[in-house]
């Protein structure tokens, strides 16, 4: 296995471990169950919104990678994300009972997103370092210079 393989699968583990996280994957049996998060996830969606009502919910997700991510993950629990018309393209909205949107549905968004991105990043500055530049980064910041008066 090459190096970007191993990149990838150590980030695959670790996205599974945090659905597990959320998933509240109690058992070693259950953690290691291919699939068993999400479902258990769904099932808790379904319990939840038999307790609570649902509300709409408007995100602004300005990244088209982190809201791609945020709308498959939607998808995946049963929430159906979707605009309405002239809305913005970072907007989406979801119904759901509100204790899902803040204990499972974003708690584990900003986590996989997190993952997600410092892996984009990791492979970004390697790809630049490599074929661009040997120094990846930002600007350098220096003293603004005297104004005349």
């Known amino acids: 296995m090459n190096q970007n393989s191993d990149a990838e699968q150590r980030l695959r583990e670790k996205l599974r471990k945090i659905e597990d996280l959320f998933a509240g994957a109690a058992t070693a049996g259950e953690k290691a169950a291919a699939g068993a998060a999400a479902e258990r996830i769904r099932r808790q969606f379904t319990e939840t919104s038999r307790r609570e009502t649902s509300e709409e919910f408007k995100f602004s997700i300005p ?36 204790s899902f949107i803040n204990q499972v549905l974003w708690p584990e968004f900003e986590e996989l997103s997190e993952a997600l991105s410092a892996h ?12 661009v530049y040997a120094t990846p ?13």
């Open 137 to 149: 980064g930002e600007a350098d910041e220096i003293a603004e210079p005297a104004r005349l008066r």
């Open 63 to 98: 990244d088209p990678w982190s809201r791609q991510l945020f709308t498959a993950l939607c998808r995946r629990y049963g929430l159906k994300p979707f605009r309405y018309s002239r809305m913005h393209r970072q907007t989406v909205i979801v119904h759901a009972p509100v």
């Open 120 to 131: 984009l990043l990791e492979i970004t500055n390697r790809i630049i370092r490599e074929e």
